[in-house]
């Protein structure tokens, strides 16, 4: 649609179509009412989810009319899907930053005056994207948490990803190489996260100091490395934390030096283990690959990601273990609230075990850059932090309008955030307007909250 002739109703019934192929939902077409849901008593500790349609969730992304769905329309069907796991991490972590994040409206920027604090928020802007027809907003709060915040981790990592490509490549052309390792141990049910997460990444600073690391930095040609940290969890084997690792070397090594350099890993990862009270197997506590290629071909974990038409690579593999599905029994931490919105009667445990994985997580670096390599292999792309990443508004991009913080309530209340932004997509202004003026109303809310946030950040 590409004009507001055609109305809210057209717009509402295309993306009711969209919520259903992705989460299973029968949403009416070009009905008025937005689809909510709430958990059953069984499941009550999770409250009212929001932003998700009765039917839950399916594994499926697939327009039921046409047997599959576009790369734009699983762009927004993944949207769909982040901004319910935010709503289910928000009632999980009462407290928590990411309750606000994309909810509360900024205060005023300007400065301070006597008596009066800051100048109050004057709405919450929607933007789209040039040539792309992509929206977003502007003007709300961002906790940048990319452990516990889907829409914020995907933000974060997508940028994360272009950061590693481009160190990769550049590091190639200049004659180097890069290999890929991922280091594990023996884990059980019994386990307590926290323990072993702290004690795995004590084990992996011990493996990068002393004489024995200088001797294989020196013999091997390492420059330096990038460090991603993940967990999964099962319920045969409880959680387990890993390390993927990227080592950049002063040239390419052919299969043979690799396979002696994975040796020579996994018999150092041993001795630093057992320091830690760990222990790993020599065919299981550290694999080596070389990775060639923009985007190397690693192994696939997930296919193919919504937002973007490539492989699975080893960029993503660092970087986007909060969109990967955890294989067979093997569930990553946004699958925990996957789960808990699948399985309403088992919400508690799935959250419990998310909140135990949010707490043992805090003050880890997801992405940790060896000392001086980013200047070697990204000499002229500035440092950004998470948050700043978050908040970043994308370019180039034209502001369709600014939503009242009436309205803006409305669209809180009615749990329709991600609808809203397809609509954008779909129309123009007088539609975003139209889809607002369609939502129930307001009782008595105070949500969202407009002054200078200060909220603790935890």
């Not at 839950?56 to 009319?65: F, N, T, V």
């Not at 190397?296 to 193919?304: M, P, R, S």
């Not at 789960?339 to 994985?357: M, N």
Request: charged share 25%.
């Amino acid at each position: 649609m590409s004009n507001s002739s055609t109305g809210v109703a057209g717009v509402q019934s295309y993306s009711g179509l969209l919520v259903q192929a992705e989460l299973g939902a029968v949403v009416g077409g070009g009905a008025t009412k937005p689809p909510q849901a709430s958990v059953s008593a069984a499941g009550a500790a999770l409250g009212t989810i929001t932003e998700l349609p009765s039917g839950g969730m399916s594994a499926g992304k697939i327009d039921p009319l046409r047997g599959y769905l576009s790369a734009e329309e699983a762009t927004a069907a993944g949207r769909v899907e982040r901004y319910a796991l935010q709503a289910v991490a928000r009632e999980a972590l009462p407290g928590h930053r990411v309750g606000a994040c994309l909810r509360w409206v900024h205060g005023g920027s300007g400065p301070k005056k006597r008596g009066r604090g800051r100048p109050v928020a004057r709405g919450v802007e929607v933007w789209r994207k040039v040539g792309e027809r992509k929206a977003f907003y502007g003007g709300l709060m961002t906790c940048g948490s990319v452990f516990v915040c889907p829409p914020c981790a995907a933000k974060i990592a997508e940028r994360r990803r272009v950061e590693l490509e481009q160190a990769i490549s550049n590091h190639r052309v200049a004659g180097g190489g890069v290999l890929i390792a991922a280091f594990t141990f023996s884990h059980s049910r019994a386990d307590v996260l926290a323990l072993i997460l702290g004690a795995m990444l004590e084990a992996f600073k011990g493996f990068k100091s002393g004489r024995a690391w200088v001797a294989l930095v020196e013999g091997w040609g390492l420059v330096g490395d990038i460090r991603a940290v993940e967990v999964t969890w099962s319920v045969q084997n409880g959680w387990h934390p890993h390390l993927h690792v990227l080592w950049f070397t002063q040239c390419p090594l052919g299969p043979e030096d690799v396979a002696s350099l994975e040796e020579d890993f996994s018999a150092r990862w041993r001795v630093v283990l057992a320091r830690e009270g760990l222990r790993a197997s020599g065919a299981h506590g550290c694999r080596v690959q070389a990775t060639y290629g923009a985007v190397a071909d690693y192994v696939a974990k997930f296919g193919y990601e919504s937002e973007r038409e490539l492989p699975w690579g080893v960029t993503a593999e660092l970087v986007k273990s909060h969109a990967k599905r955890g294989r067979r029994k093997h569930l990553t931490p946004f699958d925990l609230l996957r789960q808990a919105l699948a399985s309403p009667d088992q919400a508690p445990r799935f959250l419990a075990l998310f909140k135990e994985y949010v707490a043992a997580f805090k003050g880890t670096t997801q992405l940790k850059w060896s000392r001086d390599l980013r200047e070697k292999v990204l000499p002229d792309t500035e440092e950004v932090s998470d948050a700043e990443i978050a908040a970043r508004l994308e370019a180039p991009a034209e502001r369709l309008g600014r939503l009242s913080l009436d309205d803006w309530r409305r669209v809180l209340h009615a749990n329709q955030r991600a609808e809203l932004l397809r609509v954008a997509e779909l129309g123009e202004w007088p539609d975003v307007l139209a889809f607002v003026a369609a939502l129930p109303g307001v009782p008595g809310g105070r949500e969202p909250r407009v002054s200078v946030w200060e909220i603790n950040r935890r």
